[in-house]
């Protein structure tokens, strides 16, 4: 049983590029949350989704940043026009269902803004 | 603001000695606590959840939780060198709020 599965593991990207996050969670999974993790910091949320619905949002910066999860396919995270500051680890996690006490988390994608 | 706060560390431990991680919040209304462990480069895994007043135990693990003092702590026993890693306590405030809040985590180094 696969569990969450984040890629590109190492993405790069120059000042004003796009960047694009794609995290499959665990088979059985339809919610989905993305957290941001800058070095010697925490984890900090950024939104929660299920299928095809954004049930929270309130840890995105308003501007440059979405997400999606379709009812087919992996949930997306989109960096548009990215800066230095955006450079961080990445998590998804997933649960079963939305009071589910336990997240699991992918690998993560270390974003790198050169 | 609803915060979760610890000290960064590191703690250094020798091994087999007691580690002692503590975590505070700051939201009354917190019902359900975690600790994750993450080493270094890789994912948060649940090692403890703890939903009300008291100890619960867990092999080596501990958690403890002091609502009243909005307090949760994690000891790990005859800590080994593979214990290495930096703790994450995570706070869920429950009644629909389903987002875990992470502390920034501490440090632990279990030496020989």
């Known amino acids: 049983n696969a569990g969450v599965m984040q890629n590109p593991r190492h993405l790069v990207r120059r000042r004003g590029q796009e960047a694009r996050l794609r995290c499959s969670p665990m088979?059985?999974?339809?919610?989905v949350y993305w957290y941001r993790q800058l070095p010697e910091e925490g984890l900090k949320f950024m939104v929660y989704?299920?299928?095809?619905?954004?049930?929270?949002e309130s840890g995105m910066p308003k501007e440059r940043f979405s997400a999606e999860f379709p009812k087919e396919g992996p949930s997306i995270l989109r960096i548009q026009q990215v800066v230095r500051g955006d450079s961080a680890a990445y998590f998804c996690?997933?649960?079963?269902?939305?009071?589910?006490?336990?997240?699991?988390f992918g690998s993560g994608t270390q974003l790198s803004v050169l | 603001q609803k915060e979760v706060e610890q000290n960064s560390g590191p703690l250094s431990v020798p091994e087999g000695a007691i580690a002692s991680l503590n975590c505070t919040y700051s939201d009354r209304g917190s019902q359900s606590f975690f600790w994750y462990r993450q080493y270094s480069g890789k994912s948060p895994e649940l090692i403890m959840s703890?939903?009300?007043?008291g100890d619960k135990e867990d092999g080596r693990f501990t958690a403890q939780l002091n609502k009243a003092s909005q307090y949760v702590s994690l000891l790990i026993r005859d800590s080994q060198p593979s214990d290495s890693a930096t703790y994450l306590c995570?706070?869920?405030?429950?009644?629909?709020?389903?987002?875990?809040?992470f502390g920034r985590g501490t440090s632990l180094i279990v030496h020989p």
């Open positions: 995570a706070v869920k405030i429950g009644g629909g709020s389903y987002i875990p809040t």
């Open positions: 088979k059985g999974h339809s919610h």
């Open positions: 989704l299920q299928k095809e619905n954004i049930i929270d």
């Open positions: 996690a997933s649960s079963p269902r939305e009071t589910n006490e336990k997240l699991f």
């Open positions: 703890i939903y009300s007043n």
